[in-house]
């Protein structure tokens, strides 16, 4: 449907800057997905992105772009999670792109699950897992915990409550990502200060630009560098009331 929609070339344009072109399969399966959304869309409050542009650029663009490191070279296997994943962004669109990854896709909220459900075997994935979940309770558990090579989230938390999600989930030496639109040095100290007692490092934070409306976004990257304490995560609900840092 994009490419009759004549977006073929600002495609073709706009993945050469993710130094990563998809194959034709890929391409109809990132089809499939806009056509599943937008259907999935008249029921369930997916996205308000739904002009085929704006799809492209902020749901498969942007959820790629964070996951460049990962999109070329040698696949390796990877164990991904995406926490709060909502309608399956950034974590089936990196599904798609590395079919070498196993991507957990979590959410708590039921009906965002029972979408991904249905959209899993549409899209002909076997290697994504609508999961049913609060991260805080997940965390805790040991067929998740310290389990995973790479943890992304988009759109769910402060960076602190990010971290706090996330590092618990990686193994020694995984990275997670966090996608930000803008990005400040008062966030970064506080960043800072929570990532210490998790037991991870801030890696680096990449700025850049989208292709089409040139909007400026973030990518945070943490490293695990040591166990992260037990403690962590707090129980549901407390990393958002009493954010670290
Ligand atoms: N990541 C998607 C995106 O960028 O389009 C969806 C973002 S949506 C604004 C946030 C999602 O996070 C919601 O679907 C919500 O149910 C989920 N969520 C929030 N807190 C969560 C938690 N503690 N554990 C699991 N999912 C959570």
């Avoid at 739904?50 to 959820?63: A, Q, Y």
């Avoid at 994943?85 to 957990?104: D, L, Q």
């Avoid at 959410?107 to 075997?121: C, E, M, R, W």
Wanted: net charge negative.
């Amino acid at each position: 449907m994009l490419e009759e929609l004549g977006l073929g070339e600002i495609q073709s344009e706009g993945w050469e800057t993710l130094g990563w072109i998809p194959s034709d399969r890929q391409l109809e399966i990132f089809n499939i997905l806009y056509e599943q959304i937008l259907a999935g869309n008249q029921r369930l409050n997916l996205t308000r992105i739904t002009d085929p542009v704006g799809f492209w650029e902020k749901h498969l663009w942007d959820s790629l772009r964070g996951v460049v490191p990962w999109l070329s070279g040698d696949k390796l296997p990877l164990r991904v999670i995406d926490i709060g994943t909502g309608a399956g962004f950034p974590g089936v669109p990196i599904a798609i792109a590395i079919p070498t990854a196993e991507v957990t896709l979590l959410d708590s909220t039921g009906k965002k699950i029972a979408f991904l459900q249905t959209l899993v075997p549409r899209l002909g994935l076997e290697n994504a897992i609508p999961y049913l979940g609060r991260v805080e309770a997940i965390a805790q558990q040991s067929d998740h915990r310290q389990s995973y090579d790479l943890v992304v989230l988009r759109a769910v938390a402060a960076a602190t409550v990010a971290a706090e999600y996330s590092l618990p989930l990686l193994k020694i030496g995984g990275v997670a990502v966090l996608y930000r639109g803008q990005w400040t040095p008062p966030e970064q100290q506080d960043l800072q200060n929570a990532i210490a007692p998790l037991g991870g490092k801030l890696d680096s934070v990449e700025s850049f630009v989208t292709p089409v409306t040139e909007s400026v976004r973030h990518c945070v990257y943490l490293r695990k560098i040591k166990p992260t304490p037990d403690r962590f995560p707090r129980p549901v609900g407390i990393p958002t009331q009493k954010p670290l840092g």
